[in-house]
Structures are given as C-alpha cells and as structure tokens.
C-alpha cells in the first residue's frame, strides 16, 4: 500500500464520518424550521448548542461530578478487578470458590440493587453510593478478561520460567501480567463506558437533587420541559463517553504499539 | 562409551492423567558432553522424554539420576521460537539471566556476545515480531545457551525452518557444541539431521518404548564434506531402516 493512498485512507476514515454527522445535524435543522416543530418536542441543533452555550456553567459543573464519580469507579474498578484476577490465578480454590459471586453481582441488575445500596450507605452519602453503584457496573468485564489474559499464558513459556527457577512473582510479573496485558486494556475499554452508564443510571435512581451530575440535569430540564438544555445534557454525556473511549484507546495503543498484532499495522 | 554418565534412566515411564501411556520401560544413560538425537514417529513420546529429562514433568514409573544429584544447568529450546513477544531480543535472551537474579547492566557484555556469535548484534533491540522464523530460532537458541548450560534440550527446533536454513542452523549449533562441550539432547523427525548432528541416535516406537539406540560415525568438526560422504548416506539409510522396520505395520 503507497503512502499516499494509506493517508487518504485515515483522512476518509475521519471525514467521511464527520460528513455523515453534518448531513444529518443540517437535514434535522431543516426539518424542524420547515416543519416549525416546538422546541419541547423536538428542538434544532442550533437550539440545542445555545442552551448548552446559556447553561454552560452549571451544565460543565454537573458534567466534572458524572466525569469524577465515573473515574473513581473506574479505576476501583481496574485496581480490584485486576487484584482479584490476580489471587484467583495463584489459588484454583480461591478461584472457584469466589468466582460465582462475581457472576452473581454481574447478573443482578444494578437499577435492583441502587435502593438497597442508598439506604445502607445513607442519603446523605449519595456520591458514595454513585460510586459503589458505578463499581458494581465496572467491575466484572476487567475481572473476567483478567481471569482470562492470566490463564492464556503460552504453556511453552510457562515450562521455561519452571525450568529457570522463576518464583511465583518473577512468573506473574515477568510472565503473566504482559502476557495479560491485551486482555486486561480491552477489559478496561469495555468497562469505561460502564463506569459511566453504571454513574448515570445511579444518579437516575437516587434522583432528587441529591446528586448534581449530568443525570440529575437530565431529570430537571425533563421535569422543567427545558428540553434543549435536555438535549444539551446529553450531548456532553455523549462526549464524555467518547472521550473516554479515545483515552482507553490510545493507552492501548500506547502500551501495546510495539508488540501486540492488535496494535500493529503490519506492511503488506 | 568413552565419555562419563551424566544422567542415568531406569524403568521410565509415563502415563498421561487422560490415561495415555506415552512412555514405558525407557532404560537410557546420557554421557556428560554428548550430542544425542531422539527420532520416532509422530506422537511416540518423544517430547514428553524430553520434558522428563528437563524436569518439568514427573515419571509415573522409574527414575531419572543426574550424576551430582540434581539436574544441572539446563536449556530448552521448543519447536517454535517461544519469544515473549512484549520484550526486545536482548530482555528475551536476558530471561534466565533475570530469574536468576542478574541485572541487565551486569549481563550486557555476555548478552551481547552471545548475540554477535550467532550474527544478531545489531538486532539485540528489535522485537521478535519483526524477525524471520530464523532469526527468531537464533534468538530462542542464544537464550537457552546464555546461562552456559550443561546439557541443552532441543524439541525439533528447527523443523518449522526451511532446509538452507536449518542446514546453516545445524552447523552453527554443531560448531557451539564444539567450542563448548554441553551435553545436547536433540529431538528431530528427520533421520538426515539426526544422522548430521549426533554422535547417538535413538529410535522410539509407537509403544513409547526405545527401539534402537545406534552409534553414528564420522569425526567432528562436520561439514558439508560429511553430508555428501557415502558414510553419512551409509548411516541414514540405516537409521531409516530401523525406524521404518517398526512403523510400517
Ligand atoms: N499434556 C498431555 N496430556 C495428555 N496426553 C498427552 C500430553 N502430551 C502428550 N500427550 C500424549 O502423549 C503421547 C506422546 O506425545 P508426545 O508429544 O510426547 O509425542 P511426540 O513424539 O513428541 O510427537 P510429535 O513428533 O508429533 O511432536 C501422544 O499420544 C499425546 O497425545
Ligand atoms: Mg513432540
């Protein structure tokens, strides 16, 4: 593949969705003047960029508490997940007898569980309870893709860190871990965007202006039929899970660039 | 046999926990220093005497005793290069090094040379996906032979290779095993390279049991002189008879 032809392949790949996006956003402003929609049912992209432009301050207010509690979660998530696949790989025992309970947590919807976990940790806690609520969301899809890298560890390699003595650190430091790495990153992609949905759908069921994030905006303008701010809301939530999407993936990238198949553009 | 025991096999043998028996009744003494090729039909149990004999499996019958007690030094190069593909070609032939507790710094200088003796100095940086299938064997090669083995297993290193290549392979290894005098145990499917490496051949069957174990003439060093001498066709032709005279039923 020549030069030219590679570049003007990553510039369609970048402007051809953008043209779609146009396209649509013109078509729909289009419709609304033409078809003189009310703004509570529909509002026009115009509409929708002034009311974020208008509720700027506190819009971004609530868009830092979502981002913080998403983050928190994430990374709680990333640290525990990570550390139980760890115990899990030393110990077949403690793997099966743990691990149900893992599933367990998954499967029970968190809408469910989000009253239970705001009477425990108390009203007046409610960005405690966002983040456990948001943990619970994270947590599975990096524990299970960690299980996964740390058993899929090449048998050859594993017999020669036997052969060469390894400890079982030196194994799971030297061998494990990178060899679960790819694993672990696209774990991590997965539940990103779950430690945000885990956030938003928390703050849904706590409601009641007891926390002030994206959601709670969202409940508000609905409530106050301000639906561009609505839509402006949900805008910014969209771009904070784009963006972390984009965050995950150049650290994937980053982290596996010189190595892994799923990160090399082989010549050919 | 002229030179002293180093490992001595009584009674071996192996049944898998699925219920293969993958080995029975192997009675075998290694030389300290010998060059030692182990050749049978597919799926015979050549592999799995390997790995007895390196020690990362365990017999189910018999014994293995290593003259001195434990199991020396040892090397192990598979079938396929089995690099860590996330580490350069220094870090990967810096591993046994590493495990035992030696720092990069202090092992430049020996990782290096080890690198230029096999011709990849310059590419002691590269990672492994960016080598050829050679490339990467001599790679995998250099790290079983960094710790200056005493013996040094070899699981049909170079039959995913093409001939010219594995031919320049086996010369670079005969004339290692020449300068440094390790105890090589050599598992190959083809009889030629047995017949061109070794000093002892060993026929396995299919019952995992050792069919012939055939001394192979010729002095050392060998070259291509040897590979086109009526003794060397003189040889293969019949190792090839022992192991066909069992195989074909
Ligand atoms: N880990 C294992 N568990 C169960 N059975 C095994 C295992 N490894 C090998 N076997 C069986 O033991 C027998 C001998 O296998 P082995 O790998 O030693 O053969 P081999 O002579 O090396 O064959 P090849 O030339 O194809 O490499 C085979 O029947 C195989 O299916
Ligand atoms: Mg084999």
Redesign the interface.
Known sequence: MSFSSSSSARLLGWALPLLVGLLFLGAWEWAVRAQGLPEFILPAPSRIGEALVTNAGSLFLSAWVTLKVTLAAFLLATVSGVGLAVLFSQSRVVETAFFPYAVILQVTPVVAIAPLILIWVGLDNVELALLILAWIVAFFPILSNSVLGLRSVDHNLRDLFRLYGASRWQTLTGLQLPAALPHILSGMKVSGGLALIGAVVAEFVAGSGASTGLAWRIIEAGNRLQIPKMFAALVLLSLLGIAIFFALSLLEYALLRRWHESAVKRES | MTKAGLLQIEGAGKTYRGGTQALSGIDLEIGRGEFVSLVGPSGCGKSTLL?LM???LSPSAGTLSWAGGARPE?G?V?Q?A?L????DVFSNVH??L???GISAEDARARIMAALSRVGLGEAAHA???ALSGGMRMRVSITRALV?EPTVLFMDEPFAALDELTREKLDDDLLTLWNEQGWTVIFVTHSVYEAVYLSERVLIMNETGRLEADMPIEGGFPRGQAFRDSQLFFEQVKKVSAALRGRSAP
């Open positions: 790995r390196a020690g990362l040892a192990f598979f396929d089995t860590m593909p996330w580490a591993l046994p590493k495990l035992k990672m492994p996906r710790m």
